[in-house]
């Protein structure tokens, strides 16, 4: 199932890229260039080592640069991975805008949707802030963080309620749909590996034909009985 746009590319993880001491190698080096070696870095030592165990200090030596001169592009730790975080949003908002006004129905948008967040979940920007465990943020940070969540999250229900209107997904509890893909695409972060077997291309088109597939409305095999609570209660007595 192919909608026919043509997505953007996605970035390179870190790891694949030179080395971003290089950045500040060059004095001349536009600040833009240095802010971005900044966050890859920081993205990578917060896999290697957790945000939680990450310094500021971590970053300065890992660029080989002064503590100074790193705060002079960041504030501080949390202001880097929440920069790290709307880069991550970013890119998953940038390919989601490309198809959002396509004739596609509702289940081809929800399939794009899949493909290109299962694509982030590979990037260290995505990754670094999904293992975030939110207890290391401040208040004013959690924030910010669960308003980026909400914002994908309404987006994506609204995919599976436009499938829902238009007989391309089942009729289904939309907000339950919802929280199975986005618990499956955000469990990307704590097994991918860079060098594993399957490029980045290839996990993101086995997740989105995985997962829309128990969407796509069409003939099954059996009807599926909901047992409530109830239901399970009465049983056990």
């Known amino acids: 199932m192919s909608m026919g746009c ?18 500040f190698a060059n004095r001349r080096r536009d600040p833009a260039t240095k802010r971005e070696a900044v966050l890859k870095t920081a993205a990578q030592l917060f896999l290697e080592k957790s ?3 990450t310094s500021m200090n971590d970053v300065a ?15 501080n730790k949390e202001d880097i991975l929440l920069e790290c975080y709307r880069l991550g949003v970013g890119l998953i908002e940038e390919i989601l805008n490309e198809f959002a006004d396509h004739r596609g129905n509702g289940l081809e948008k929800v399939e794009a949707f899949i493909q290109s967040y299962a694509t982030v979940m590979t990037v260290n920007f995505g990754r670094c802030v999904m293992r975030l465990d939110e207890g290391d943020l401040t208040s ?9 969540k909400k914002k994908i999250d309404r987006r994506l229900r609204a995919f599976i309620q436009e499938g829902i209107d238009d007989g391309s997904i089942a009729p289904c509890d939309v907000k339950i749909a919802a929280f199975s893909i986005a618990g499956a695409l955000n469990w990307i972060c704590m097994w991918y ?6 490029s980045p291309e290839e996990i993101a088109a ?6 829309t597939q128990g969407l796509a409305a069409g003939k099954r095999n059996g009807k599926l009985r909901v047992v409530s609570k109830r239901t399970v209660s009465r049983k056990g007595e």
């Open 6 to 23: 043509a997505w953007p590319p996605m970035p390179k993880d870190a790891s694949a890229l030179p080395s971003h001491r290089k950045a």
């Open 51 to 53: 945000y939680g165990r």
């Open 61 to 75: 030596e890992r660029l080989n640069i002064t503590k100074p001169a790193l705060y002079h592009y960041f504030d």
């Open 140 to 148: 004013e940070a959690r924030t910010e963080v669960r308003a980026y």
């Open 193 to 198: 590996e860079p060098a594993g077997a399957l």
């Open 206 to 211: 086995q997740f989105a034909r995985t997962l």
